[in-house]
């Protein structure tokens, strides 16, 4: 009896932390769902069954990084994998004109894997060469080496820009590129253009940072109380330690209290009312399959996160910048996209309406179509482009 309780209280540990990590807060107030158990099991099958969230696939390829943690990644040329290229898409986002060889390269989110940015990859997908790529002990990446056994050593921002630089050696080794990175995904292309500034100059020709931010995330508050953030900041530090090594037990616990992380995962994800259960089932998802561990792993790396002085690289350039967040984001809030737009004078700066920190999957039109506009400013795409993409169900659809 006196396990069961201790899994149990680990278990509601385990899925408030894991969903803060990712987009959500310890201590947060969940309404009581008024339907029994049985029947959300069953919903939650039924919408694992729901549409292609996930579904895509391209070219796969693993690259190395410098300690030996293998890096998985996928590959979209142009003109393959089933994309209508000859129709009315490719002509309604880019004009008539074939696109320049420009890879577009995908760096995705805490707790998430490349399948985040499906809206955006099946908007693009055979119009221009795309690179999806699953950060270190994320999606179908290896765990990391450095971190593993009694002597790993932490996650480090710096570490996850060397990984995307190995990706990109392998997957886009010539030509120009244009970075795209929500949330920790922007804080890697940060890191990259810190340590590798010539590379940057050479070959990146435009940016998009969505719901990202360059640094002082030890201030955010996720829509917490005072009291409740300040309990949270105590804590949670050695609570994680705790849980990652008792990771076993704290996935048993996450499991049985599944309605509990659901909502908080809404919560935290997304803003509007109107979010395609479907989605959110998928966002639910990605964010449960990322180990409680992984999670302890990782997270220490944002209080200590700093970029500011690395987005100098992309001011000096001049480089054509997209700053994209949703306007109710209570993890990556939009002030701090604000102040990344601010470092940067090209910068475009979106502040989407009942955005949330998942914006790419509540909102994938309205950020697929900024991003289009992009990749016409880098010269990726020959211009104008009047977006209007076929990406599927998101906010606000049935």
């Keep these: 009896m006196g396990e069961s309780k201790s899994w149990r209280r680990a278990g509601f540990a385990g899925a408030a932390i894991g969903v803060l990590a990712a987009g959500a807060a310890a201590g947060v107030a969940v309404e009581r769902l008024t339907v029994g158990r049985s029947v959300r099991q069953k919903a939650r099958l039924a919408l694992d069954a729901t549409g292609p969230y996930g579904s895509l696939r391209g070219t796969s390829g693993r690259a190395l990084a410098d300690d030996s943690t293998v890096l998985y990644y996928e590959v979209d040329e142009v003109g393959e994998t089933g994309a209508d290229t000859s129709g009315g898409r490719r002509r309604r986002l880019f004009g008539r004109k074939e696109p320049a060889p420009v890879t577009v390269v995908f760096s995705h989110g805490y707790c998430l894997n490349q399948d985040s940015w499906h809206f955006q990859r099946a908007a693009l997908r055979g119009l221009v060469r795309t690179v999806h790529w699953d950060q270190r002990s994320h999606g179908r990446s290896?765990?990391?080496?450095?971190q593993s056994g009694p002597d790993g050593v932490p996650v480090t921002i710096e570490q996850l820009g060397r990984d995307l630089k190995a990706v990109l050696?392998?997957?886009a080794p010539e030509g120009p590129l244009v970075l795209v990175g929500h949330s920790m995904g922007g804080m890697?292309?940060?890191a990259l253009a810190e340590q590798y500034p010539e590379f940057v100059r050479d070959r990146v020709v435009g940016v998009a940072f969505v719901g990202t931010s360059a640094g002082n995330l030890a201030?955010?508050?996720?829509g917490l109380p005072l009291a409740g953030v300040n309990a949270v900041r105590r804590v949670l530090p050695g609570v994680l330690r705790a849980l990652g090594s008792q990771a076993e037990l704290v996935e048993r616990g996450r499991r049985a209290t599944a309605d509990l992380f659901a909502g908080l995962i809404k919560k935290y994800s997304?803003?509007?009312k109107d979010v395609d259960p479907a989605v959110a089932r998928f966002a639910e998802r990605m964010i449960e399959s990322t180990p409680i561990d992984v999670v302890a792993e990782f997270y220490p790396a944002f209080a200590e996160h700093d970029k500011a002085a690395a987005l100098t690289a992309f001011a000096e350039l001049e480089l054509p910048v997209l700053a994209l967040a949703g306007d109710n984001d209570l993890v990556t809030p939009s002030s701090h996209?604000?102040?990344?737009?601010?470092?940067l004078p090209d910068a475009e700066l979106v502040i989407v309406p009942d955005g949330g920190h998942l914006v790419m999957l509540e909102h994938p039109e309205a950020v697929t179509d900024r991003l289009a506009d992009l990749l016409v400013r880098a010269g990726a795409v020959p211009g104008p482009a009047t977006v209007v993409a076929d990406v599927g169900k998101g906010q606000g659809q049935a």
């Design 337 to 343: 996209t604000e102040a990344i737009a601010d470092l």
């Design 270 to 272: 997304f803003a509007s």
């Design 142 to 146: 290896g765990h990391g080496v450095a």
């Design 188 to 190: 890697t292309i940060m």
């Design 169 to 171: 050696d392998v997957a």
């Design 219 to 222: 201030e955010v508050s996720y």
